[in-house]
């Protein structure tokens, strides 16, 4: 079992930057793939990012490539997603999940999910 919990959301203008953090509980926190993930408001849940679980893979979403970066320390159960050059059609919330499989992140399919993080960002 894995819960995860996000955090680091909130306003910001846009060009800037936000670290998100998901930190997770459980002893097998190394064994996961992580992603994230966010749904912006009449929009469909879309994945941005995904990391396996030693660090070496990672993969983006063509609309985030180049300005975000996943990352993860297995020391401190923790993912991260650092998001620069931030745009007003990145606001969204914010999930991280967790699965075994790295296919099934990229689609979605994870068995653990957090409660998500509100990003704003203004023009």
């Known amino acids: 079992q894995v819960q995860l919990v996000e955090s680091g959301g909130g306003l910001v203008q846009a060009g800037g930057s936000l670290r998100l953090s998901c930190a997770a509980s459980g002893r097998t926190f190394s064994r996961y793939t992580m992603g994230w993930f966010r749904q912006a408001p009449g929009k469909e849940r879309e994945f941005v990012a995904a990391?396996?679980?030693?660090?070496?893979?990672?993969y983006n979403a063509d609309s985030v490539k180049g300005r975000f970066t996943i990352s993860r320390d297995n020391a401190k159960n923790t993912v991260y997603l650092q998001m620069n050059s931030l745009k007003p059609e990145d606001t969204a919330v914010y999930s991280c999940?967790?699965?075994?499989?790295?296919?099934?992140?990229?689609?979605?399919?994870?068995?653990?999910w957090g409660q998500g993080t509100q990003v704003t960002v203004s023009s």
């Open positions: 999940a967790a699965d075994a499989v790295f296919s099934r992140v990229m689609r979605g399919g994870c068995d653990y």
């Open positions: 990391i396996s679980w030693s660090g070496g893979t990672t």
